[in-house]
C-alpha cells in the first residue's frame, strides 16, 4: 500500500505560469516532507522540505504547503520556467528513522 | 569525491548471473541508501545503513538481493540469479544524518546504476 501518494503522472504548464503540484500520503508518523527534482539520466536531487509542525515554507519562486488534517501537500512553483520540467517526487520521513518513502513522481512540462 | 559515485553507470547481463553494483557515498556521510526506479515507477526503498547500526533491510524484494557496507564508507548491492523484472535503475544516496531535508541534513543521490536484464 502506498504510503506517498502523486496521483497526477504529468502536468503542463506555460512559462510564466504557476505549477501546482501535488502529494497526499497516510502515515501520521511522518515528520519531514521532501521534495526531489529529476533531470533524465540524473540522480534526484533535493528541492524543499517543510516539517510536519509548519504549515507553509518557501524558498524563492518554490513554495511548499502543507495540510496536516487533509494530509496532503503541495509544491508551488512561481513563475514557472522551461528549466523546470523534469520529475518532481515528493517524499516523507519517518519519525521512526526509516528511509524516505518517495511518490511515483509527477512529470512537469513547462512550455516556452 | 564531491558527490555520490557509482559504478558501473550502465551493465547489461544476462538472465540468472549476478551483479554487483558498487557505492561510494560522500565522505563523511553516516547514512546510506539504495533504491532503484523500474521503468515508469517511482523510487522504491530497497535498504538503509546508519552509522553501525543493522541495516534496514525491510525494502530488498527478495532473499536473491542483499547489501553490505564495508568500513563505514563503500556499500556493494548484489543480485544474485537475475530476472527480467530486476531491469531498473539503482540509486544510491547518502546524508550526514537522517535526511530530513532541513539545516543541510540532505539525502544526496549518485547518477545511479542502469541495469538491463536480458
Known amino acids: 500500500d502506498q504510503q506517498v501518494k502523486q496521483n497526477s503522472p504529468s502536468l503542463s504548464v506555460q512559462e510564466g505560469r504557476i505549477s501546482i503540484l501535488n502529494c497526499d500520503y497516510t502515515?501520521?508518523?511522518?515528520?519531514?516532507f521532501l521534495w526531489y527534482k529529476k533531470y533524465p539520466a540524473e540522480g534526484p536531487t533535493f528541492l524543499i522540505s517543510?516539517?510536519?509542525?509548519?504549515d507553509k515554507n518557501e524558498d524563492g519562486r518554490f513554495t511548499v504547503f502543507l495540510n496536516k488534517s487533509a494530509k496532503h501537500l503541495s509544491l508551488h512553483i512561481v513563475p514557472s520556467q522551461p528549466g523546470d520540467s523534469a520529475v518532481y517526487f515528493c517524499?516523507?520521513?519517518?519519525?521512526?528513522?526509516?528511509?524516505?518513502?518517495f511518490g511515483k513522481g509527477t512529470t512537469l512540462s513547462v512550455s516556452s | 569525491g564531491a558527490g555520490v559515485s557509482q559504478s558501473p553507470s550502465n551493465k547489461v547481463t544476462e538472465k540468472g548471473k549476478d551483479v554487483e553494483l558498487r557505492c561510494d557515498p560522500i565522505?563523511?556521510?553516516?547514512?546510506l541508501y539504495w533504491y532503484r526506479q523500474s521503468l515508469g515507477q517511482g523510487l522504491e526503498f530497497l535498504i538503509y545503513?546508519?552509522?553501525?547500526?543493522?541495516?534496514?533491510k525491510s525494502g530488498l524484494p527478495s532473499d536473491r538481493f542483499s547489501a553490505e557496507r564495508t568500513g563505514g564508507s563503500v556499500s556493494t548491492l548484489t543480485i544474485q540469479r537475475t530476472q527480467q523484472e530486476d531491469s531498473a535503475v539503482y540509486l544510491c544516496?547518502?546524508?550526514?544524518?537522517?535526511?530530513?531535508?532541513?539545516?543541510?541534513?540532505?539525502?544526496?543521490f549518485g547518477e545511479g546504476s542502469w541495469l538491463t536484464v536480458v
Open positions: 544516496a547518502s546524508s550526514l544524518g537522517s535526511g530530513t531535508g532541513l539545516s543541510g541534513n540532505t539525502i544526496y
Open positions: 502515515n501520521s508518523m511522518f515528520d519531514y
Open positions: 517543510i516539517s510536519s509542525i509548519k
Open positions: 517524499a516523507a520521513h519517518n519519525q521512526a528513522g526509516t528511509a524516505l518513502i
Open positions: 565522505s563523511g556521510h553516516t547514512a
Open positions: 545503513f546508519q552509522g553501525n547500526s543493522a541495516p534496514d
